[in-house]
């Protein structure tokens, strides 16, 4: 008697054990849509995001704070800048060096939540300044992949407004977001000098996250 009740109470509670580990896969196989769960571990990571699917991204926690999305890179690569619009829309480059990470994927990615975009910019005597947007976003492809910004801080002067609301043009070379007249430049060929204002630029790094990050990770 106390044998078979001893034996259901077991049988019970493996099947608990199972129905933990089952819940527990599930959770760890479902593939995040922006690199905050990387936090403690930048680098490389696959991310799934409606619309576009499966598809890696680089993510940084060095320059300000964990679990960021680098979308844009120029680190003295000799990648060319001077592509077509389907090159854009899609991505191009090497995450050793340099890259964007295509206007699509950034378009989903930010339409899902509320973002903050983050520019990391070094001139050519190695000094450092940043530019930070708290509402960060680009339409969709019908609408032009156009430009939001949100609210400014930084280091340097606010260079991006003048091209927001802008569509992403289709018919120039290095193609920026800009409006009467362009104050920045980022996807200038390297030998001409990614610039920023009048500041020409040795080193460029656009990061986005979800907008209250840093609250979720101080709390
Ligand atoms: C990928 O994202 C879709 C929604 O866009 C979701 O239905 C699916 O379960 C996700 N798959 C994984 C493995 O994360």
């Given at each position: 008697m106390n044998g078979i009740k001893n034996n259901s109470v077991f049988s019970i509670i493996i099947l608990q054990i199972f129905l933990v580990a089952k819940a527990t896969e599930t959770i760890n196989t479902l593939i995040p849509s922006s690199c905050s769960p990387f936090g403690d571990s930048p680098g490389v990571h696959q991310l799934n995001v409606s619309g576009v699917g499966f598809f890696d991204v680089l993510c940084d926690?060095?320059?300000?704070?964990?679990g960021w999305i680098v979308i844009q890179q120029r680190v003295g690569g000799n990648e060319d800048f001077n592509r077509d619009s389907a090159t854009y829309r899609n991505g191009f480059g090497s995450f050793e060096s340099d890259f964007f990470l295509g206007l699509e994927k950034i378009h989903r990615i930010t339409s899902l939540q509320r973002y903050e975009l983050y520019i990391h910019l070094v001139d050519e005597d190695g000094r450092t300044y940043n530019a930070r947007y708290d509402d960060f976003k680009i339409s969709d492809k019908d609408n032009g992949y156009a430009l939001s910004l949100g609210k400014f801080s930084g280091t340097i002067p606010d260079a991006m407004r003048s091209g927001e609301?802008?569509?992403?043009?289709?018919?120039?070379?290095s193609p920026w977001w800009y409006h009467t007249?362009?104050?920045?430049?980022?996807?200038?060929?390297y030998w001409r000098r990614p610039f920023w204002m009048s500041i020409s630029l040795r080193e460029v790094k656009m990061l986005i996250r979800p907008k209250g990050s840093d609250e979720e990770v101080s709390n």
């Open positions: 926690s060095q320059l300000a704070g964990p609301f802008s569509r992403f043009p289709t018919n120039m070379e007249h362009i104050d920045c430049n980022l996807n200038v060929p």
